[in-house]
Nanobody, 123 residues
Framework: QVQLVESGGGLVQAGDSLRLSCAASGRSFGDYAMGWFRQAPGKEREFVAAISWSGGTTYYADSVKGRFSIARDNPKYTAYLQMNSLKPEDTAVYYC????????????????WGQGTQVTVSS
């Protein structure tokens, strides 16, 4: 079992950057692939980015490719989502999630979830 806590959200202007962090505790962090998802009001939760247990494989939603970057620091039990060139449509609650080994892009494939952190981008 692993527990996840997101941080780093906030209110920014369009074009700004934010870095979200996901701190893990519990079982060996290195066993888990990590994903970032987001949910805007009235919308379904959507995939943003994912990274394999080793960091060797990453996936991105088309809407964030070239602007967002996912990374992990296994000794620190932390995953990151660097978000650049933010747009108002990036406004959402951002969640990190974990599953064993292989990175996936569907929310249903993840077993553990954080509580979320709000990101608001003003125009």
């Amino acid at each position: 079992q692993v527990q996840l806590v997101e941080s780093g959200g906030g209110l920014v202007q369009a074009g700004d950057s934010l870095r979200l962090s996901c701190a893990a505790s519990g079982r060996s962090f290195g066993d888990y692939a990590m994903g970032w998802f987001r949910q805007a009001p009235g919308k379904e939760r959507e995939f943003v980015a994912a990274i394999s247990w080793s960091g060797g494989t990453t996936y991105y939603a088309d809407s964030v490719k070239g602007r967002f970057s996912i990374a992990r620091d296994n000794p620190k039990y932390t995953a990151y989502l660097q978000m650049n060139s933010l747009k108002p449509e990036d406004t959402a609650v951002y969640y990190c999630a974990a599953r064993l080994i292989t990175a996936k892009t569907r929310a249903n494939d993840y077993d553990y979830w954080g509580q979320g952190t709000q990101v608001t981008v003003s125009s």
